[in-house]
């Protein structure tokens, strides 16, 4: 058992995020296995789940004329519009079936703002509203942060920069990880992790 101030956070591992799925991560199930056993080393487990009302803004259906992976400029800057995914109550929002989720001390919901989209675990993507899980980490003395899930370029990787910044020692463990890679976003984001201070194994 890892000691008392390590906590694992496995981001989004939801129906949707693999195969079979609205936004399907390629490899996005295969990790399941891998996260079970490794929760069990820790001592504290956090879940996080992709929330968002339907008709959300980020889902290129709401926008006319636009197909989905297209970037357009949002009031807090350039958003990708994705494919309706992980509807609050739907099937493709649920956990992935063989995901221990009992395990989980807490599961923290993102993106449920109609107006605003949040890859991070952390801050939504206008980097200033926090989704609480920052206070509920530091109020458990939680101080090292082992990250995995889906996706590796989006919200494993908005989650472990912003950790980062906040101070807390973040390991990301790839293996555990797959990406959607749009346009080479996989090797901006690790570099982006990297140059955060984000331990990669
Ligand atoms: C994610 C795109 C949209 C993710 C969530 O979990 O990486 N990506 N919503
Ligand atoms: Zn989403």
Redesign the pocket.
């Known amino acids: 058992m890892r000691p008392a101030d390590e906590a694992l956070i496995v981001?989004?591992v939801?129906n949707d995020?693999c195969p079979g799925g609205a936004?399907a991560?390629p490899g996005g199930d295969e990790i399941v296995p891998g996260i079970n056993a490794l929760m069990a080393e820790f001592q504290a487990v956090v879940l996080t789940q992709?929330w968002?009302p339907a008709g959300h803004s980020?889902f290129a259906s709401e926008h006319a004329g636009q197909d989905p992976y297209s970037v357009v400029e949002f009031p807090y800057g350039p958003q990708?519009l994705?494919p309706d995914?992980?509807i609050q109550g739907s099937g493709g929002a649920d956990f992935h079936a063989d995901l221990t989720v009992t395990r989980a001390d807490l599961i923290i919901r993102k993106?449920f703002r109609p107006e605003i989209?949040s890859?991070s675990a952390f801050f939504e993507n206008d980097h200033k509203t926090p989704t609480g899980l920052e206070g509920y980490l530091r109020s458990r003395g939680l101080s090292k942060l082992t990250l995995v899930?889906?996706?590796t370029?989006?919200?494993?990787n908005f989650s472990a920069v912003d950790a980062a910044n906040l101070g807390f020692e973040v390991e990301m463990r790839g293996n555990l990880a797959r990406a959607?890679d749009l346009d080479g976003s996989l090797d901006v984001a690790l570099e982006g992790m990297r140059s955060a201070g984000v331990t990669l194994s």
Do not use: P
Request: glycine share 8%; net charge negative; with cysteine.
């Open positions: 981001i989004d939801q995020f936004l991560v992709d968002h980020s990708v994705w995914h992980c993106g989209d890859y899930g889906l996706a370029d989006f919200c494993v959607i």
